[in-house]
């Protein structure tokens, strides 16, 4: 029996379209640190983060860049993932935060490796400039080459809020940029941020739209223990969308008003995120499996005959 396509852009299509098989990223930690945490934009960094929240078991501090790519291989092989590309993605911190030199040297060395297709790097808007761009193109010869831009939210007072670091004007500066130069794009967005209504999520969407990324990555806001996040949390729960409770029901529903706003051009990377529960103070989907939630959303989109971007406003 045939599969009903997905109502959306995925990611995974998406990829395959470009590199001619199935993806799979392979999480790196290059060490590069936060320029929101070191002083070089500011100290303490967002309120909501986590570092050791954004990378798997198998990404060691100790661990070369080499090494972890060995290791990620083994872990989705373990998995029963088995993939025709690989791509390195440097996910924990901010992998643009160091000398073009010193990002050459890590750069090539993961695309030196002979598992793997291309790089993912994932950044600050604010940590990004001519000459780091012109070292990714340069590599495109060797490999693909994406940039992931951590986005947040589309609106000031927000990322004022939580102690981003930077203006959406950096966002639309860096993300221009980048289009400028024919690399691919992925934005990251959170869903739930203090004092965000439903309404300003879904109006952000047309933001979104207007930036043209390639690829969306949507988090839920999960609180993490320890964090400046967790204690305006504990003292003002009223600031937030989805509250204290199990907010699955309203979260999809949201999902799917955001996709149907989104424009049929850009994959949607992930509706949902993830973290280890032992770090996790709450998060509105209790403790519902990310793929529960996706098949929801694909579900209820099919059962009333939706698609990404019926509600698309040019």
Same mark, same amino acid.
């Given at each position: ?8 852009? *995925? ?24 320029? #929101?945490?070191? @002083? ?11 570092? $050791? ?15 972890? +790519? *060995? ?6 092989? =373990? &998995? ?12 924990? @911190?901010? #992998?643009?935060?160091?000398?073009? %030199?010193?990002?050459?040297? !890590? /750069?090539? $060395? ?33 490999? /693909?080459?994406?940039? $992931? ?13 939580? #102690? ?8 639309? &500066? ?6 400028q130069r024919g690399i691919d794009i992925g934005a990251h967005l959170i869903l739930g941020l203090p004092s965000e209504s439903r309404e300003d999520i879904v109006r952000s969407i047309d933001t979104i739209n207007?930036?043209?990324? #390639? ?5 839920? !806001?999960? +609180? ?8 305006? =949390?504990?003292?003002?729960? $009223?600031?937030?969308?989805? @509250?204290?409770? *199990? ?9 799917? %008003? +955001? ?10 990377e992930r509706l949902v995120s993830e973290a280890p529960r032992s770090l996790l103070l709450h998060s509105p989907l209790g403790g519902i499996r990310p793929d529960a939630v996706r098949n929801e959303v694909v ?16």
């Amino acid at each position: 029996m045939a599969t009903e396509p997905l109502p959306y852009l *995925d990611y995974g299509g998406a990829m395959r379209q470009r590199l001619g098989g199935r993806a799979q990223k392979l999480s790196i930690d290059a060490h590069l640190g936060c320029p #929101n945490r070191d @002083g070089t934009v500011a100290h303490g960094g967002c309120t909501f983060c986590l570092g $050791e929240a954004f990378s798997p078991s198998y990404c060691r501090r100790s661990a070369t860049i080499t090494e972890q +790519i *060995d290791r990620g291989i083994e872990f989705h092989h =373990w &998995r029963g993932r088995h993939s025709d590309i690989y791509l390195a993605y440097f996910q924990s @911190g901010t #992998n643009t935060h160091a000398s073009c %030199d010193k990002l050459r040297r !890590l /750069y090539v $060395e993961a695309l030196s490796h002979p598992s793997i297709s291309g790089i993912v790097v994932a950044t600050r808007p604010d940590a990004i400039d001519s000459e780091k761009l012109e070292l990714l193109d340069s590599l495109r010869s060797k490999g /693909y080459v994406a940039v $992931e831009y951590g986005i947040e939210s589309v609106y000031d007072t927000t990322l004022n809020h939580v #102690n981003r670091g930077h203006t959406f004007a950096d966002t639309q &500066r860096a993300i221009a940029a980048t289009k400028q130069r024919g690399i691919d794009i992925g934005a990251h967005l959170i869903l739930g941020l203090p004092s965000e209504s439903r309404e300003d999520i879904v109006r952000s969407i047309d933001t979104i739209n207007s930036l043209q990324p #390639n690829f969306l990555k949507l988090h839920q !806001l999960q +609180i993490y223990r320890g964090t400046a996040m967790a204690e305006e =949390w504990a003292l003002y729960p $009223e600031r937030f969308l989805f @509250g204290n409770g *199990d907010a699955t029901e309203e979260y999809v529903s949201l999902l799917v %008003d +955001i996709v149907r706003r989104l424009h049929p051009e850009i994959a949607l990377e992930r509706l949902v995120s993830e973290a280890p529960r032992s770090l996790l103070l709450h998060s509105p989907l209790g403790g519902i499996r990310p793929d529960a939630v996706r098949n929801e959303v694909v579900g209820r989109m099919l059962r009333a005959g939706f698609r990404q971007g019926d509600l698309y406003i040019p």
